[in-house]
């Protein structure tokens, strides 16, 4: 049992997908060894079914159970490194505490910091007057806390890295579903065409697939070179090589992200549409432009038609557009705004008296409160944290996929999104100035010249 134990090493109990000590190990029927959240998150993200050691399908998916074996191997693997740490600690601090001096055979009782050298007693006496000294155990105590705060500290960052890394194939699979989507709609339109226009849909079929393989192929760089870049992390032990590398690190990370989303703002900026607001659904103390393209609160309630269309009591107003398909986008300016509601509703929604902005009341928004407090209205509010207060905010909406984003549209960043949203009535856009200062609203690249 004993030859047993010396010849297990972590590299036998790591999950293949978190690079981890199992938890809750399971088996697939291909013989292969995961953590059961690991695969269960793999097969609800990526390709469904499908072993990622061997790419073998399953057909249904298999029911996973806990592998009892090797959870108990796990356990004791834990329990035998535990204990030789602690035993390995202990040791340390025996030898040092008997640990003599050679020139006059007497215990290393003292640490001198001026030479960085261990000494006895008559040391510090005849050879180092003038030094510092202080108690060689608390000397090695100290080292001994900085030694265990850098390696927690590298065991942090190698997994904060992990998550980024996710987050990069997350965003890569967005991309390529997104360009399959595009692909298939371009052959549905092409097809219906002559011979000469055959022609032309070829040659842009072969530059999207090229465009898709370049992302995936720049993606799959940078995962490599994370990767890496995580495996030297783990081997170094010095603080300062590893603050300038994680630095170096999250600069790259920074400016790769950035990349992606501006791509994705100039892609979804191409379902830009106009949109007017409808006075017919303006609360009365609302003071709306004569082109429609601008609102304000004012002072003083006008007295208007209480129609079935118009908000009572919640200072709101809808878009006269309405969308029931497909996709569109629209652009909001904000900018001297210390406080507002934007996105978009669908028709059926509650119109007097008060009103909750959540999904489930069909409202798809997010707000600023007190100047600087942004939230997604999701039931209870959602604090969000945008690097800058946007003066200009994108709304991207697609229809059949239940998408609704909110982009910062200077900083090409994005805000928020709600996802897996069910639609099926006619959606508008919705506006709320709240009190007193105007809200501007265009889409696409219409900038109006207003005055009002």
């Known amino acids: 049992m004993s030859a047993a134990s010396n010849l297990r090493s972590e590299d036998q109990f790591l999950c293949s997908i978190c690079l981890d000590v199992f938890t809750d190990p399971v088996s697939t029927p291909c013989g292969h060894n995961y953590c059961k959240n690991c695969i269960t998150s793999h097969w609800r993200i990526n390709v469904p079914s499908q072993c990622p050691m061997c790419n073998k399908v399953f057909n249904t998916r298999p029911e996973l159970h806990i592998n009892t074996f090797i959870s108990e191997m796990v356990a004791q693997f834990k329990q035998e490194a535990q204990q030789k740490a602690s035993s390995s600690s202990s040791e340390q601090q025996v030898n040092l505490e008997d640990r003599m001096c050679t020139k006059h055979d007497k215990p290393l009782e003292l640490f001198c910091k001026t030479d960085q050298t261990c000494v006895c007693m008559l040391c510090s006496v005849l050879d180092h007057r003038t030094h510092e000294f202080v108690p060689l155990k608390e000397e090695y105590e100290g080292k001994k806390a900085e030694l265990e705060k850098t390696e927690a500290e590298i065991q942090q960052m190698i997994q904060k890295r992990r998550l980024k890394i996710e987050e990069i194939k997350h965003s890569v699979k967005i991309s390529k579903d997104d360009a399959d989507r595009e692909k298939a709609e371009g052959v549905q339109v092409f097809t219906a065409l002559k011979e000469s226009v055959d022609r032309g849909l070829n040659q842009l079929i072969k530059e999207m697939e090229e465009k898709q ?80 393209k601008r609102v304000h609160c004012g002072d003083v309630k006008k007295n208007l038609p209480d129609n079935p269309k118009r908000f009572s009591h919640s200072v709101n107003v809808l878009g006269k557009q309405s969308f029931s398909s497909g996709r569109f986008y629209f652009e909001v300016q904000v900018k001297g705004k210390t406080k507002w509601t934007l996105g978009v509703a669908r028709e059926s929604i509650k119109r007097k008296g008060n009103i909750t902005f959540t999904p489930e009341d069909g409202y798809w928004t997010i707000w600023l409160r007190n100047g600087n407090e942004y939230s997604a209205l999701i039931g209870s509010p959602l604090r969000l944290s945008p690097k800058s207060g946007p003066e200009k905010v994108g709304v991207f909406v697609d229809y059949e996929e239940g998408l609704v984003s909110f982009y910062d549209v200077d900083a090409a960043a994005l805000i928020y999104s709600f996802t897996g949203c069910s639609f099926t009535e006619k959606l508008y856009p919705v506006f709320s100035p709240c009190t007193n200062d105007g809200v501007v609203m265009y889409s696409g690249n219409m900038f109006p010249s207003e005055n009002s």
């Not at 495996?231 to 603080?239: I, P, V």
């Open 213 to 292: 393989k370049t992302t995936e192929k720049q993606a799959e760089d940078l995962i490599t070179e994370l990767e890496q870049e995580i495996s030297e992390l783990m081997k170094r032990s010095t603080e300062g090589t590893v603050v300038r590398a994680v630095a170096q690190l999250e600069e790259t990370l920074s400016k790769e992200k950035k990349k992606l989303i501006e791509a994705e703002l100039k892609r979804v900026q191409q379902y830009a549409v106009d949109v007017t607001l409808d006075p017919d659904t303006a609360n009365p103390w609302l003071i709306l432009s004569d082109g429609g």
